[in-house]
Nanobody, 125 residues
Framework: EVQLQASGGGLVQAGGSLRLTCAAS????????IGWFRQAPGKEREAVSC????????WYADSVKGRFTVSGDTGLTTVHLQMNSLKPEDTAIYYC??????????????????WGQGTLVTVSS
C-alpha cells in the first residue's frame, strides 16, 4: 500500500512561490492518478490539480490555471506542485492523494483512495 508524505508548505507573501512535494513510500506513483487538493478554513475541500502517470494528462482548477504546475520526477517517487503568483485566497492545507490509474476518472476527491497528511500554505497580503 502506498503511503504519501506531503511537504513544502509555509508562509509566503502574495506574488511569491512555493513548491509542494508529495513523496511516495511502499510503492511508486507509476500507474496511479495523483491529485492535489486543498481545504481552507471554513470551506469545503476542493481539487487543485491532478496528473495521470499513464499518459501525462493534467487537470487544473480554473482558479490556479496558469499559476500552478503539477509534475512528477523520472522515477515517479515524488510529485511536485509548483505554485507561482500566490494569492491570499490560496491559503489552505494542501493534500496529495492517489488512486490506481484504472480507477482514475476525474479530479474528484471522493475518487481518491490514499491520502497524505496535509501541508499548510499561508499567503499573506
Amino acid at each position: 500500500e502506498v503511503q504519501l508524505q506531503a511537504s513544502g508548505g509555509g508562509l509566503v507573501q502574495a506574488g511569491g512561490s512555493l513548491r509542494l512535494t508529495c513523496a511516495a513510500s511502499g510503492d511508486t506513483f507509476d500507474d496511479y492518478g495523483i491529485g492535489w487538493f486543498r481545504q481552507a478554513p471554513g470551506k469545503e475541500r476542493e481539487a487543485v490539480s491532478c496528473l495521470s502517470t499513464t499518459n501525462g494528462a493534467t487537470w487544473y482548477a480554473d482558479s490556479v490555471k496558469g499559476r500552478f504546475t503539477v509534475s512528477g520526477d523520472t522515477g515517479l517517487t515524488t510529485v511536485h506542485l509548483q505554485m507561482n503568483s500566490l494569492k491570499p485566497e490560496d491559503t489552505a492545507i494542501y493534500y496529495c492523494a492517489v488512486v490506481p490509474e484504472g480507477d482514475y476518472n476525474s479530479c474528484a476527491a471522493d475518487d481518491f483512495d490514499y491520502w497524505g497528511q496535509g501541508t499548510l500554505v499561508t499567503v499573506s497580503s
